[in-house]
């Protein structure tokens, strides 16, 4: 059966999606060319028309699954209501245990940007938007008396290398016995984000085990 012949967009739109599926599966480092082709079942010369190199290629394929992330946070940011409200619901999705889909592929084009200047240039901007967005809210709850937080810009660095940190160990270690649970990754990204804006911590970390409850002992005895 002959294929259907596609518009450049469509091509363009078919190979992104293929590259996508190609790092997850491979990685970064080792995804080729030919696998993104032979996926699909063309030529390499049709995927170096669209990408000159493999690293154009590995840039634009995380941007397009960045992208879908970005346009998330943008639509959870803009909505109508407290500066606080949306601050958490933005939080709880980016977590590393929260719906965002394309941690794997956020880390992926970490690794590659520590090789390659183009991934590292669409890298860099996609994450200066991630903080201008958190920042921009940030500054609108406090300009609305919501909270108090004397840089908005730092925050969002802050909150967003915490959330990034929390997103290798998770991902990397998914499955290692140890780690901690969904609702304590949860509770802690909540806790982040309330030191950021001065806020109290709902739900404080519970005391246990036995250095907890010396801890316990000696905050008692004080």
């Not at 293929?18 to 480092?29: D, L």
């Not at 880390?107 to 590292?120: C, N, Q, V």
């Not at 967005?133 to 406090?142: F, K, P, R, T």
């Not at 519970?206 to 905050?219: E, F, I, K």
């Amino acid at each position: 059966m002959a294929r259907v012949r596609l518009s450049v967009a469509e091509r363009r739109e078919e190979l992104l999606r293929a590259a996508v599926e190609q790092i997850e599966a491979r990685g970064a480092s080792a995804v080729r060319i030919a696998d993104v082709a032979a996926s699909l079942g063309v030529s390499n010369a049709l995927v170096l028309y669209h990408f000159s190199t493999k690293e154009q290629l590995v840039a634009a394929a995380f941007a397009h699954a960045a992208e879908s992330d970005l346009a998330q946070l943008r639509r959870i940011l803009g909505r109508r209501s407290t500066a606080e409200r949306r601050l958490r619901a933005a939080v709880r999705w980016y977590a590393p245990t929260g719906r965002a889909k394309g941690w794997r592929l956020w880390i992926e084009g970490w690794s590659a940007a520590l090789r390659d200047p183009e991934p590292r240039r669409v890298a860099a901007a996609l994450d200066r938007e991630w903080k201008t967005a958190l920042a921009a809210v940030i500054g609108e709850g406090v300009a609305a008396g919501e909270f108090s937080c004397p840089d908005p810009s730092g925050a969002a660095w802050r909150l967003t290398a915490y959330l990034d940190g929390l997103a290798v160990q998770t991902t990397a270690f998914a499955g290692v016995r140890g780690g901690p649970s969904r609702a304590t990754t949860l509770r802690w990204a909540d806790a982040a984000l309330c030191r950021e804006l001065g806020l109290p911590d709902p739900a404080p970390a519970p005391v246990s085990g036995p250095a907890g409850t010396r801890a316990a002992r000696s905050q008692t005895s004080s």
